[in-house]
């Protein structure tokens, strides 16, 4: 599946010849003068917004690797080890060695086990113990970062002082290649770097523009060759900061069982001095929540800045001050969009609503200052990391086969939001080429772009549709309601969940719901520390069973205890759902029998998953998903794993290839978890 590349629109430059003589005295006309005639607009459809394919991205690593962005030649075309990195490149040593070390740290403030390694977690049943980080990862020597993404943002330039062309982000990816007694055996983990550069845009941003116009042949030869000497010209970059987004902590189910698992993801971002020190810079629209709450007079005067830019809050074109901002921040999954540990600003204001102004009627998206506070922690980067995003992150790349073996591969790449996105910022990049200045709106990253969310997708209860100017595709198809079925009532705006009646109850839809009861706030360093203490209280919504007694027609109520967030519908396979005889004839169906865990899988935690997931053929009934209908907040959309015994290999095959998937757990996928890996 290849979303990005499209034909070209043909552009033609028309000239004429030497002009003919008029018949009277008057004097000739300049020869061989060029008339340009009107181009055709270029159609946005034609524009590159990212590159994701596997080929594109390898043939260029050896140009704009990670070693690459840091200034040095890698040695080999593939990407060289973390250990090499660390040798040769003094900043890379002095990010991962602070990296490393706020990584320890904020381990120390959790005060629950927490184990390293796989070999100390193997003494929990079930590898039930919460599991860290293990910062050798950054300087191993079986460890890699992986070009995995790249994506154009010349959208931003709309409010970025003194960058016309915007940005461009090349992302990388944790990954490991380890040799085992019999074999090798690799994955990517949960952990991303975003390389964030500026351009020169000497010839100005309607010609840098053009040059993400996907060539007319565009053959892999011919791509590489139009990027690098196009908008990828490696004399043109300038590398603004490294952003970092790695998961560091993760507590399985068995430790939450009513969250089924939590796990705490690190955000941060860094730049260089002249003698190659990691500079620790501020998050966009971030706020030191602590801080600014132990000082009387910032938090004023953040609420004064707030009351004079609703405006721009409501476009969500905005820059908050430095000087409110926090170097560091922390998000937490699961039920990540509906928890205050990921809504800073409801911490900062909860109680000063009064003090925003009410939206002007030329507003676009937000109708009251509860909506300015939502529209806020939106923009913040917590928000932004746990709203419609798959575990905290907007892309993680396709999967290079040569490292994610069969039962760890994603079917899609990226979040639903990533998705939704290309298709505005294509519109922003082609007005530019066109020498327009496109529209400066941002939506809000819980829109998909859809008439209507589809079955479990999020949406505006009937008790805030009023917050809101339009409902942008968040609202419930006739026949279902749209339903908090995680509330936290510390948050000012509640988003649901479009629930259906238990007539038209379906495989993988959501069946329990709860309230989030408060932990208490952190007093130093960030606001939402201690909110893996914080208790998620449930209750079933259909009454349905939720023991192992399974049925073709009826529904059971997967538990939370069994790693599954707000439990699922779920049932046995019938013959011909086995063999995919449905969802083949027609791709709307929402349920597939796919591959699920149970009692093996767990099983798999505690020893080598490489080899021993590929024994797991237990099949039912669950959600299925593609690029049009992506799967609900804490699933992601699984490749199905055809090559495995018990799986019609062609039929298989065939929805693979067409972009079928099925919705799992997100923390079922191994990439998507930072345990059951080797050592590094």
């Given amino acids: 599946m290849n979303l990005l590349r499209t034909s070209l629109i043909a552009l033609f430059l028309l000239c004429c010849g030497k002009q003919a003589e008029p018949s009277t005295a008057t004097p000739k006309a300049p020869a061989d003068r060029m008339v340009q005639l009107p181009l055709e607009p270029i159609d946005h459809k034609t524009i590159r917004t990212a590159i994701l394919d596997v080929e594109t991205l390898n043939g260029l690593e050896s140009t704009h690797g990670l070693a690459s962005m840091l200034g040095l030649t890698p040695p080999t075309a593939t990407p060289p080890s973390n250990a090499w990195l660390t040798e040769h490149s003094p900043r890379w040593a002095a990010l991962s060695a602070h990296l490393g070390q706020r990584i320890v740290s904020i381990a120390t403030e959790i005060q629950r086990d927490l184990v390293v390694n796989h070999k100390d977690a193997v003494r929990w049943p079930a590898g039930n113990v919460g599991r860290r980080l293990d910062p050798n990862w950054l300087q191993s020597d079986i460890a890699l970062f992986k070009l995995s993404g790249i994506v154009n943002r010349m959208d931003r330039r709309d409010f970025l002082t003194g960058e016309p062309c915007g940005e461009l982000r090349l992302l990388y990816r944790l990954a490991y290649r380890a040799q085992r007694t019999e074999r090798e055996v690799s994955s990517p983990l949960p952990f991303t770097l975003n390389v964030v550069a500026s351009t020169s845009c000497l010839e100005g941003p309607e010609a840098e523009a053009k040059g993400w116009v996907v060539p007319e042949s565009d053959s892999l030869e011919d791509r590489l060759n139009a990027l690098k000497s196009g908008p990828l010209a490696y004399d043109k970059l300038k590398l603004k900061q490294v952003e970092v987004n790695a998961q560091v902590v993760r507590f399985p189910s068995g430790v939450e069982t009513e969250f089924a698992g939590q796990a705490l993801y690190l955000l941060r971002a860094y730049t260089f001095d002249e003698q190659h020190n990691a500079i620790e810079r501020t998050l966009e629209n971030t706020p030191d929540v602590i801080g600014i709450l132990n000082n009387e007079a910032m938090h004023k005067d953040l609420l004064n800045w707030v009351t004079t830019h609703v405006n721009d809050i409501d476009l969500g074109v905005y820059q908050i001050p430095k000087r409110f901002l926090a170097t560091e921040a922390l998000s937490w999954s699961t039920l990540g969009i509906n928890r205050w540990a990921n809504k800073p600003f409801d911490a900062l204001f909860a109680n000063h609503l009064d003090s925003i102004p009410q939206p002007g009627a030329k507003s676009l998206w937000v109708s009251t200052p509860k909506a300015v506070v939502d529209r806020l922690n939106n923009g913040s980067c917590i928000g932004c990391h746990q709203s419609s995003t798959t575990a905290g992150f907007h892309l993680l790349g396709n999967d290079d086969p040569t490292l994610s073996g069969v039962t760890?591969?994603?079917?899609?790449?990226?979040?639903?939001?990533?998705?939704?996105?290309?298709?505005?910022?294509?519109?922003?990049?082609?007005?530019?080429?066109?020498?327009?200045?496109?529209?400066?709106?941002?939506?809000?990253?819980?829109?998909?772009?859809?008439?209507?969310?589809?079955?479990?997708?999020?949406?505006?209860?009937?008790?805030?549709?009023?917050?809101?100017?339009?409902?942008?595709?968040?609202?419930?198809?006739?026949?279902?309601?749209?339903?908090?079925?995680?509330?936290?009532?510390?948050?000012?705006?509640?988003?649901?969940?479009?629930?259906?009646?238990?007539?038209?109850?379906?495989?993988?839809?959501?069946?329990?719901?709860?309230?989030?009861?408060?932990?208490?706030?952190?007093?130093?360093?960030?606001?939402?520390?201690?909110?893996?203490?914080?208790?998620?209280?449930?209750?079933?919504?259909?009454?349905?069973?939720?023991?192992?007694?399974?049925?073709?027609?009826?529904?059971?109520?997967?538990?939370?205890?069994?790693?599954?967030?707000?439990?699922?519908?779920?049932?046995?396979?019938?013959?011909?759902?086995?063999?995919?005889?449905?969802?083949?004839?027609?791709?709307?169906?929402?349920?597939?029998?796919?591959?699920?865990?149970?009692?093996?899988?767990?099983?798999?935690?505690?020893?080598?998953?490489?080899?021993?997931?590929?024994?797991?053929?237990?099949?039912?009934?669950?959600?299925?998903?593609?690029?049009?209908?992506?799967?609900?907040?804490?699933?992601?959309?699984?490749?199905?794993?055809?090559?495995?015994?018990?799986?019609?290999?062609?039929?298989?095959?065939?929805?693979?290839?067409?972009?079928?998937?099925?919705?799992?757990?997100?923390?079922?996928?191994?990439?998507?978890?930072?345990?059951?890996?080797?050592?590094?």
């Fill in 408 to 680: 760890n591969r994603l079917q899609l790449p990226f979040s639903a939001h990533f998705h939704a996105e290309q298709s505005r910022r294509q519109l922003a990049v082609a007005a530019l080429a066109n020498g327009e200045e496109p529209s400066r709106y941002r939506p809000h990253s819980l829109t998909t772009g859809q008439p209507s969310a589809a079955t479990n997708g999020n949406c505006i209860p009937s008790e805030h549709t009023g917050d809101f100017k339009n409902l942008n595709g968040l609202t419930c198809a006739a026949d279902q309601t749209c339903e908090v079925v995680v509330r936290d009532e510390r948050v000012g705006i509640q988003f649901g969940q479009c629930m259906p009646k238990e007539s038209d109850l379906k495989a993988g839809n959501t069946c329990r719901s709860g309230t989030i009861i408060a932990s208490t706030i952190s007093t130093k360093g960030a606001f939402n520390l201690r909110a893996y203490a914080e208790t998620f209280q449930q209750q079933q919504r259909y009454e349905l069973p939720e023991d192992k007694s399974f049925d073709y027609e009826a529904f059971n109520c997967r538990p939370t205890v069994i790693g599954v967030p707000l439990g699922r519908a779920f049932r046995r396979c019938t013959n011909s759902e086995r063999d995919f005889e449905a969802i083949l004839a027609n791709p709307e169906v929402e349920e597939i029998c796919a591959v699920v865990g149970g009692s093996r899988f767990d099983a798999c935690v505690e020893k080598d998953f490489h080899s021993c997931l590929d024994q797991v053929i237990g099949r039912g009934m669950v959600s299925s998903c593609n690029q049009d209908h992506f799967c609900r907040e804490d699933y992601i959309c699984q490749q199905l794993p055809y090559q495995l015994s018990g799986v019609p290999t062609e039929q298989g095959q065939a929805l693979v290839e067409r972009g079928t998937g099925f919705c799992t757990p997100t923390y079922f996928v191994f990439q998507l978890r930072l345990d059951g890996h080797p050592t590094p």
